[in-house]
């Protein structure tokens, strides 16, 4: 019996040990990487520039922050959100932009049904609205 609780001990003990040295190694290896980190090359090239060389629109849009209410009221400030809309979204301007696509319709294999030919009656894109009724109040 006592062969059994030595080699629970042993294992026990290299168990410990096998979870420090790898504690040490993750330790070390985390130092170095910390450690040889070089600066970002485009982060150098910029630092000496002031913001409004790198990109005027990032100036602009700086200084439409920092004027507050007045900003959206501001055809500069209009210009420069559309311009950074323009460029998130990833669109071209209209000169450039190609010519606009004629929908289709939905099921292009289908016929049209003979009361109705494609193209006449109702507009189905756009939802019928009612307007409801003022409703007289209830005291």
Same mark, same amino acid.
């Given at each position: 019996?006592?062969t059994?609780?030595?080699?629970?001990?042993d294992g026990?003990i290299?168990?410990?040990?096998?979870?420090?040295?790898?504690?040490a190694?993750?330790?070390?290896v985390?130092a170095?990487?910390?450690s040889s980190k070089?600066?970002?090359p485009?982060a150098?090239?910029? !630092?000496g /520039?002031? =913001?409004a060389?790198? &990109?005027?629109l990032a %100036?602009?849009l700086?200084?439409c922050?920092g004027?507050g209410?007045a900003?959206p009221?501001?055809?500069?400030?209009?210009?420069?959100w559309?311009?950074? !809309?323009? /460029?998130f =979204?990833?669109?071209? &301007?209209s000169?450039? %932009?190609p010519?606009?696509?004629?929908?289709k319709?939905?099921?292009?294999d289908v016929?049209?049904s003979?009361d109705?030919k494609?193209?006449?009656?109702t507009?189905?894109t756009?939802?019928?609205m009612?307007?409801?009724?003022?409703r007289?109040e209830i005291?």
């Amino acid at each position: 019996m006592a062969t059994t609780e030595a080699g629970a001990m042993d294992g026990k003990i290299l168990a410990r040990i096998g979870a420090v040295v790898f504690i040490a190694v993750a330790l070390t290896v985390t130092a170095i990487e910390m450690s040889s980190k070089d600066e970002q090359p485009d982060a150098i090239a910029t !630092r000496g /520039r002031p =913001l409004a060389l790198q &990109d005027p629109l990032a %100036a602009e849009l700086r200084r439409c922050t920092g004027i507050g209410e007045a900003g959206p009221r501001d055809p500069g400030c209009l210009k420069a959100w559309a311009e950074s !809309r323009r /460029r998130f =979204l990833g669109q071209h &301007d209209s000169a450039t %932009a190609p010519a606009a696509v004629a929908p289709k319709t939905l099921f292009p294999d289908v016929p049209a049904s003979a009361d109705r030919k494609e193209g006449e009656g109702t507009d189905v894109t756009a939802p019928a609205m009612q307007v409801e009724p003022p409703r007289p109040e209830i005291r």
